[in-house]
């Protein structure tokens, strides 16, 4: 496992600034350009690397539904762009990366195929049709039988934290998660881990709504959150919590590290993604492994074979695994 000084090192900062930029802390002042630095330096040093094979093809393009500056609250989604352009590099692939905030740029490039990482309306996907017949969605699939689909069993991952959980000797188990909408704001989506907690835990006699707690997938919410189940429920507070992400995850730790409450001896929290900063944390983060890189990576050859002819769509499901660190037995 890389350390904090390999990162610091990478980064081209100090070892202090990456520790604290990596547990989000609010009194750190530095610019997004330093954040974005350690967060894809902590990334790239978690990736093994791989034989380059050059591969003959025009240019391909990425598109990452969030801008820039929210990929920094979410990095999951930067964890599989990252994978997308590794793979890309390896392969000796030429791409072109763009964001929500110069997506009008992608109408003017000449493009083999594209791969749209995110949440994409039913508008939004006839407009990338109309740049390209080759698209990969990666954690979406808007159409299964005409575009190609890189997805993770969200039902899945949720079912493996709630049996984890219960076998552990919890009974009352909270939920802090996120909704998302699609960018023209067409729609709010309804998201999988919710209305999974919510099916399992209801067919267990375990379901409290109250303890159903919903935002936006960032630090500050899950936060903010936190900070209100604590002032809600008190002593009642439940003695474990799954985070729709990591990100969440982090934030509702350091809630409960604020109001003195132990973790995880008092509540365990276990979060989504294992993004790169969650064993750097305290404490380190227990979640449900995403293979991320792996997402993108399957991207970048799903849409090559595309290119290279493949008629059928596909849809791949990328497995989970879940892993404890710290922050739950």
């Known amino acids: 496992m890389a350390t904090i000084k390999d990162i610091a090192q ?44 050059k591969q003959e093809t025009g240019k391909i393009a990425l598109l990452q539904w969030y801008t820039e500056k929210e990929e920094l609250e979410d990095l999951y989604y930067m964890s599989i762009r990252l994978g997308v ?18 997506y009008e740029d992608l109408k003017d ?14 508008k939004q996907v006839k407009e990338l049709q109309s740049l390209t ?31 984890h959980l219960i076998e552990k000797g919890h009974a009352k188990i909270g939920y802090i998660g996120g909704r998302e909408g699609f960018k023209d704001k067409t729609s709010i989506l309804d998201d999988q881990r919710e209305l999974t ?29 936190m900070k209100q ?27 409960l590290l604020e109001e003195g409450i132990s973790v995880p001896e008092r509540v365990n929290i276990i979060g989504v ?29 799903t849409l090559l074979e595309r290119i290279e002819g493949r008629k059928t769509a596909k849809k791949i499901f990328i497995a989970t695994s879940l892993v404890i660190r710290n922050s739950s037995f």
């Open 273 to 301: 993604n294992d993004i790169s900063i969650s064993k750097y944390v305290f404490p380190s983060l227990s979640t449900v492994k995403v293979y991320t890189e792996l997402m993108g990576e399957t991207a970048v050859d």
């Open 133 to 163: 017949k080759n698209i990969v969605f990666v954690d979406s699939s808007p159409d299964e039988d005409h575009f190609d689909s890189i997805v993770t069993d969200f039902e899945k991952a949720t079912e493996k934290v709630l049996q």
């Open 197 to 225: 907690f919510k099916r399992f835990l209801g067919e267990k006699g375990l379901l409290n709504e109250a303890f159903i707690y919903s935002g936006s997938f960032s630090v500050d919410d899950g936060h903010s959150l």
């Open 109 to 122: 490039v000449d493009i083999q195929g594209l791969i749209a990482i995110g949440k994409f309306s039913s």
């Open 85 to 102: 352009e590794t793979r890309c590099r390896h392969l000796g692939v030429h791409m072109g990366k763009y964001f929500q905030d110069n």
């Open 10 to 53: 990478l980064a081209g900062v100090s070892i202090a600034t990456v520790s604290r930029v990596l547990n989000y802390d609010t009194t750190l002042s530095v610019g997004d350009d330093t954040k974005k630095r350690i967060f894809e330096a902590a990334e790239e040093l978690s990736y093994k690397k791989k034989p380059v094979r």
């Open 229 to 255: 189940a604590i002032q809600e429920h008190g002593d009642n507070l439940p003695t474990a919590f799954f985070a729709g992400n990591d990100s969440i995850a982090v934030g509702a730790l350091r809630a």
